[in-house]
Structures are given as C-alpha cells and as structure tokens.
C-alpha cells in the first residue's frame, strides 16, 4: 500500500534561487526519492505512527548529514505542535513528547509556519527567535526547522541540529530537507488514514463481537425464562457467563439469590446490600446517586466493607422496581460486557416478574369470578366445572366457605379479596379462592379431611388468617359446614352468615373470633334472627337460679359438661375428673332448681342446649367440650356425701 504513493510534481522540484541546477542536483534528489520509498514501502509494515516517525527522523537525518532530529506535529485544537519521537544517539522521545512548539514567544517556529520554508539559526546563542531556555537545556548551537507541508497547510516541523556543535546550512541541505519532509507528510497522512481505517474495523469487529455476544446472553437469559427457571437458576447463569458472583435482591434489600461462577470462593458473594453495609452512610450516598433505571458501580469503599467494585442494576419495569441484580469483581476486572450481562439479565428478571404477576393476577380474577358464582349460584354447573378444572381446583372435592366480616360498630374496614386469600394460603399449596360479597369477603377453603378434624383445621387458619390480618381483634369469621358438591355453596353461604349474625349480636368484648356452624347446631337458625334482650330473657327465664347464685356456679358447669358429652354421666365424670355419682347428685339438684326434666324431656334439653349456647357466645361458659374440675371450696357439702 506505502509504495504506491507518488507525491505531486510540484513538491520535489528545487527551490527557485537557482542554486540548485543541472547535474549537482540529481543525486540529492535521488537520495530524498530512494529515502521516501523506503519510508512508503516501509508503511504496509508498520503499524504505530511513533515507528514510521522514527524511520522519517532517521532518514532525514541521513539526508542532510546530522546527528539530532526532533518531529512535531500540529494539534488540531491548539494550533501549537507536539513533539512526536526523537532522533539521536539514545531514545530522546520522552524528553520531546515534553516539549510544544509556535507558542507566543517561540519566533522561530512562527517564522517556520508564516514563510512555508526551511529557517536556520546559525548561533543559537546569539539569535533571538528560539526560546534561550529549550536551547541551553538541549545544548543546541545550531538548527535547522524544516516545515511539513500539506495541501498547503503546515502539519509538522523537523528540527536539525548537531548537538553541541555549530554547523552552518546549505541551500542544498534546505532544499534536500524540505522537499522530504513534504515527501514524509504524505507518508504521515496516509499512516493516519490507514490506522483510522484498521481502528474503524477494530470497533466494527468488537462491535460486531459484543453484539453477538450479547445475542448468546439474551438467548439463554431469555430461555431461563420462558423455561420458568427460578431466580436460583439465572443468577448461576449470569455468574457463569460472566465469570464474576451474582446476586438478587428483591425491593426490601432481601437476598433471594445468589450465582457463583465455577471454582470462585464461597465468601465472595456481593455484599453491598447488606443492612450493615447499606447502614454506612457513604455507602447510602453512592446508591443515591446511581441514575434511576441505569445500571451502575459502586465501590471500592473498604472502610464501609466494600473490598471490591460492584455493577448495580435495577430490577424494573417501567416505573415499578422489584429488586436488585449485583455483579462482583473478582479475579477479573469489571468490563462492558459485564455491564450488557447485568443490564439484560435485569431486563429479563423484570420481563419475568411482570409475566408471572400478569398471570397472578389473572389466575386471580379468574378464582374470584369463579367463587363469586358458586356463592351466587351458578345453574350451568358443567360451565362451572370446566374453568375450575382450567385452574386445577376440584369443586367437588370438600371445601368450606368462610365469611369474613368486622364486628358490629368497630369502624374496621375489611381487608380487600386478595389479602384475605394470601392470609388464608396453606404451607402445602392449598389454594383458597377468595371474592368480594356484600358482608365482607368470601373465602372458599379446601378442607385436608372430609371431617370434623378437617374443618377445625379451617377454623385454624381462619384464626390466624384474622390475627394477621387486623391485630385488634376487630374482624370476625363464620364457617360453613362441608360443601361437597357445586351446589353446597348457597347454603353454605348463608350458614356462614347466620354464624356471623350470632357473633356480632351476642359475643361480648373478649368475643370469639372464629365460629363454625357445627358450633352453633340448629340453634344458629333461632339465635341469628333474635336480639340480645330476647335471647338474656330466654336464658333467665330457661336457667334461672343458676345463674344469679354463684354458690350454684358448679352445677352451671356441670350442666354445660353433661350436655357437651351427650348426657353421659360416665364421660361428664371423666371430663370433670369427679365421682359418677357426684354429676348424679349435681344433674338432680339443676333439674329442681330449673323444674327442668334435662335426663328425659326432649323439649327441656333444647331449651338447656339453646341457653347453653347463648352463654356460650356471650364468653360466659367455655366452647371445649371438657373443663377442669372446680377447685376447692366450690364443691358443696352434698357433693361430699355424694362422693362417699
């Protein structure tokens, strides 16, 4: 490529004075010629500027028969020249890449520039244009500046000299020296075309490079994803395409996941976010002051325990952030790669997080809409059927249906549908379907046994579902006998409702949160359309003197204990821990009180039962079916005798 160059007619032509013609001129010339083609041919070879200088230097010196050549060249933006490369005994370039040239008190190198043509300083000492000190310090006596011209522009200055030696200069020597460095400006313009042109296609290749890269990175990134791979699992492919520890965190600073590239150590895992070192307050500013949604560093900052630089990039889409994605350095500097890794694995967590809550809250709509028609009730039962299979539910599984509501006149507003069903989900997987009605929020309930164990383990996660959800006790929960079929749910519904009647009509402040209908048997059907006077009259009226003598409050208990446990006296005697003959005596004694045949007449154990329950609800008398003994001092003197 160099040694197709041919320069213009006119720069290779001696100088006008005549002091150069016929004969004598043809060998200089030829020399400048045959050095020129050695530098242009020398051009296809060399790949750093500073070397074809260096040859220009050497082969100048040459020409003109000097020890000391320094190059220059002009910078675009000051007008001033740089020095380049240095020529002489020894390597003299760091001492000339000092040094700049055509400043103000520079004479000489403006007078170079000005004219277009060689200038000569015959005693350095004595000649005002050089600057004194740059001589003295170079120990120049004599030199020759040698523009480089381009398209008449001076783009470079050689400057000659012998050292500590004076030398006076030809005209040949000018001419000889002028027309090769306009030779070698040629040769200068084409190196820089040529090295523009390989760093062009060097950015285009690594472009080129990074972007299929970066292909291969969204390929599988975007494969973890469709794939439904965890966080787990893209944080291990992160690290490994990176070679440097990944983590995530999610919008709470929490660390839901960690990737180690293969033989990394344990301990290095990025620790930026750490509540101790979130905690420091150099560490605050630092994320404070990444950009929103752009990915940045952080770090080093040993003295808040960063030991490495750290890529933070957000986990976001649009403008809601869900987290975090850290990228470590260790064992090898963070590049831009790295940078493309953490930005598009960032990208495509937020794309699967934006998916997977997409598809929630479907799934959602979809189980509320289903529940809101089974308590409704649906007549297409087969419609019905087909959606819960869609979602995986099995509507003629057993379930029960939970009411939750707030007490009367609490002012709590109940928690929307969705709280409701995250509150009530269960460790193995259990899903509930939750849907807005008119008294609060419904809540269909999978039970995990068709029994009765099953629903007092709904009655469990009622509970606790309305602790967690209001902590001052002021929502309350009706549950429905076992629905078995589509068609339970309507009257599941409204047996939840009547529960829910009785608890807010009767319950006292120290209420019970959760009741059940089978709690309440039939007695749910009188007591959930009575008021409280009527059903405190039923009680006195049914009770008695049970009731306002607390000498008596032993045979209340008893009588609670004897109905729970179906009137048996052997396991009344058992769940009270006395004497069989002692409940005898007791059940006597109530029925005198009461006038009431409660071992024989139907009509006055339901009476008993429904009173038992109204003080049941009221706090008064306990849920469980058995209860301590009295302790002392409350047994009568007819207990004693009884006993013996």
């Given at each position: 490529?160099?040694?197709?160059?041919?320069?213009?007619?006119?720069?290779?032509?001696?100088?006008?004075?005549?002091?150069?013609?016929?004969?004598?001129?043809?060998?200089?010339?030829?020399?400048?010629?045959?050095?020129?083609?050695?530098?242009?041919?020398?051009?296809?070879?060399?790949?750093?500027?500073?070397?074809?200088?260096?040859?220009?230097?050497?082969?100048?010196?040459?020409?003109?028969?000097?020890?000391?050549?320094?190059?220059?060249?002009?910078?675009?933006?000051?007008?001033?020249?740089?020095?380049?490369?240095?020529?002489?005994?020894?390597?003299?370039?760091?001492?000339?890449?000092?040094?700049?040239?055509?400043?103000?008190?520079?004479?000489?190198?403006?007078?170079?520039?000005?004219?277009?043509?060689?200038?000569?300083?015959?005693?350095?000492?004595?000649?005002?244009?050089?600057?004194?000190?740059?001589?003295?310090?170079?120990?120049?006596?004599?030199?020759?500046?040698?523009?480089?011209?381009?398209?008449?522009?001076?783009?470079?200055?050689?400057?000659?000299?012998d050292a500590d030696q004076r030398r006076s200069y030809t005209a040949a020597d000018e001419a000889i020296a002028s027309m090769f460095a306009n030779l070698a400006a040629i040769a200068?313009?084409?190196?820089?075309?040529?090295?523009?042109?390989?760093?062009?296609?060097?950015?285009?290749?690594?472009?080129?490079?990074?972007?299929?890269?970066?292909?291969?990175?969204?390929?599988?990134?975007?494969?973890?994803?469709?794939?439904?791979?965890?966080?787990?699992?893209?944080?291990?492919?992160?690290?490994?395409?990176?070679?440097?520890?990944?983590?995530?965190?999610?919008?709470?600073?929490?660390?839901?996941?960690?990737?180690?590239?293969?033989?990394?150590?344990?301990?290095?895992?990025?620790?930026?976010?750490?509540?101790?070192?979130?905690?420091?307050?150099?560490?605050?500013?630092?994320?404070?002051?990444?950009?929103?949604?752009?990915?940045?560093?952080?770090?080093?900052?040993?003295?808040?325990?960063?030991?490495?630089?750290?890529?933070?990039?957000?986990?976001?889409?649009?403008?809601?952030?869900?987290?975090?994605?850290?990228?470590?350095?260790?064992?090898?500097?963070?590049?831009?790669?790295?940078?493309?890794?953490?930005?598009?694995?960032?990208?495509?967590?937020?794309?699967?997080?934006?998916?997977?809550?997409?598809?929630?809250?479907?799934?959602?709509?979809?189980?509320?809409?289903?529940?809101?028609?089974?308590?409704?009730?649906?007549?297409?039962?087969?419609?019905?059927?087909?959606?819960?299979e869609h979602m995986g539910i099995r509507i003629d599984a057993p379930h029960a249906l939970c009411l939750i509501t707030t007490a009367a006149e609490s002012g709590t507003i109940v928690?929307?549908?969705?709280?409701?069903?995250?509150?009530?989900?269960?460790?193995?997987?259990?899903?509930?379907?939750?849907?807005?009605?008119?008294?609060?929020?419904?809540?269909?309930?999978?039970?995990?046994?068709?029994?009765?164990?099953?629903?007092?383990?709904?009655?469990?996660?009622?509970?606790?579902?309305?602790?967690?959800?209001?902590?001052?006790?002021?929502?309350?929960?009706?549950?429905?006998?076992?629905?078995?079929?589509?068609?339970?749910?309507?009257?599941?519904?409204?047996?939840?409702?009547?529960?829910?009647?009785?608890?807010?009509?009767?319950?006292?402040?120290?209420?019970?949160?959760?009741?059940?209908?089978?709690?309440?048997?039939?007695?749910?059907?009188?007591?959930?359309?009575?008021?409280?006077?009527?059903?405190?009259?039923?009680?006195?009226?049914?009770?008695?003197?049970?009731?306002?003598?607390?000498?008596?409050?032993?045979?209340?208990?008893?009588?609670?204990?004897?109905?729970?446990?179906?009137?048996?006296?052997?396991?009344?005697?058992?769940?009270?821990?006395?004497?069989?003959?002692?409940?005898?005596?007791?059940?006597?004694?109530?029925?005198?009180?009461?006038?009431?045949?409660?071992?024989?007449?139907?009509?006055?154990?339901?009476?008993?039962?429904?009173?038992?329950?109204?003080?049941?609800?009221?706090?008064?008398?306990?849920?469980?079916?058995?209860?301590?003994?009295?302790?002392?001092?409350?047994?009568?003197?007819?207990?004693?005798?009884?006993?013996?």
């Amino acid at each position: 490529m160099g040694s197709q160059i041919t320069a213009p007619h006119h720069q290779i032509q001696a100088p006008a004075d005549g002091r150069l013609e016929g004969p004598r001129a043809a060998a200089p010339y030829a020399e400048a010629i045959a050095a020129f083609g050695d530098v242009s041919e020398a051009l296809s070879e060399l790949h750093e500027l500073d070397d074809l200088l260096h040859l220009i230097a050497r082969k100048i010196c040459a020409l003109v028969g000097v020890r000391r050549c320094s190059l220059y060249l002009r910078d675009e933006r000051s007008s001033l020249y740089r020095g380049q490369v240095g020529h002489w005994l020894h390597d003299i370039d760091e001492g000339v890449k000092r040094l700049t040239s055509g400043g103000a008190g520079d004479a000489f190198t403006r007078e170079i520039v000005a004219t277009k043509a060689p200038v000569v300083v015959q005693d350095t000492r004595s000649d005002t244009r050089p600057i004194k000190s740059t001589m003295r310090s170079w120990d120049v006596r004599s030199m020759l500046g040698v523009p480089m011209v381009l398209r008449g522009d001076v783009v470079g200055i050689v400057y000659l000299d012998d050292a500590d030696q004076r030398r006076s200069y030809t005209a040949a020597d000018e001419a000889i020296a002028s027309m090769f460095a306009n030779l070698a400006a040629i040769a200068i313009q084409q190196a820089r075309l040529t090295s523009d042109l390989r760093a062009r296609l060097t950015t285009v290749a690594t472009q080129n490079a990074s972007m299929r890269r970066a292909a291969v990175v969204d390929d599988r990134l975007t494969a973890l994803v469709l794939e439904g791979s965890n966080m787990r699992e893209i944080a291990s492919a992160i690290a490994d395409l990176t070679g440097k520890a990944c983590a995530i965190h999610d919008a709470e600073f929490r660390q839901i996941a960690v990737g180690r590239p293969p033989g990394s150590e344990d301990g290095m895992l990025p620790k930026l976010l750490s509540t101790e070192t979130r905690a420091h307050p150099d560490v605050r500013r630092a994320l404070a002051g990444l950009r929103d949604n752009r990915p940045g560093v952080v770090g080093p900052m040993p003295y808040a325990g960063v030991h490495n630089r750290c890529i933070v990039a957000p986990v976001a889409a649009g403008t809601d952030q869900w987290g975090h994605l850290l990228l470590l350095e260790h064992g090898s500097r963070l590049t831009n790669f790295d940078m493309i890794v953490a930005r598009r694995g960032a990208t495509v967590i937020a794309w699967g997080m934006s998916a997977e809550r997409r598809a929630a809250a479907a799934e959602w709509n979809v189980g509320a809409s289903l529940a809101g028609e089974l308590i409704r009730g649906n007549r297409d039962i087969s419609a019905l059927e087909r959606r819960a299979e869609h979602m995986g539910i099995r509507i003629d599984a057993p379930h029960a249906l939970c009411l939750i509501t707030t007490a009367a006149e609490s002012g709590t507003i109940v928690p929307d549908a969705r709280a409701v069903a995250e509150a009530f989900a269960a460790e193995d997987g259990a899903r509930p379907m939750a849907t807005a009605v008119t008294d609060g929020v419904g809540v269909i309930v999978p039970l995990p046994s068709d029994d009765v164990k099953g629903l007092e383990a709904v009655k469990a996660r009622a509970t606790a579902a309305c602790a967690a959800l209001d902590a001052d006790g002021a929502l309350i929960a009706g549950i429905s006998t076992v629905c078995r079929r589509p068609t339970d749910y309507v009257r599941a519904y409204e047996q939840a409702t009547q529960v829910v009647r009785c608890l807010n009509t009767f319950a006292g402040d120290d209420r019970s949160q959760v009741l059940a209908a089978n709690d309440l048997g039939a007695g749910r059907l009188f007591l959930s359309t009575s008021n409280a006077a009527e059903a405190d009259r039923f009680v006195e009226e049914t009770l008695g003197r049970l009731l306002t003598d607390k000498s008596r409050a032993d045979l209340l208990t008893t009588l609670h204990v004897f109905c729970r446990n179906g009137r048996s006296v052997r396991r009344t005697s058992q769940a009270m821990g006395v004497h069989e003959n002692t409940i005898r005596y007791r059940i006597m004694r109530t029925e005198t009180l009461t006038e009431l045949d409660v071992t024989d007449d139907s009509d006055a154990q339901f009476s008993v039962q429904l009173a038992l329950l109204i003080l049941r609800l009221k706090g008064v008398l306990p849920w469980e079916a058995g209860v301590e003994a009295p302790g002392p001092g409350t047994a009568t003197e007819a207990d004693a005798a009884a006993d013996a």
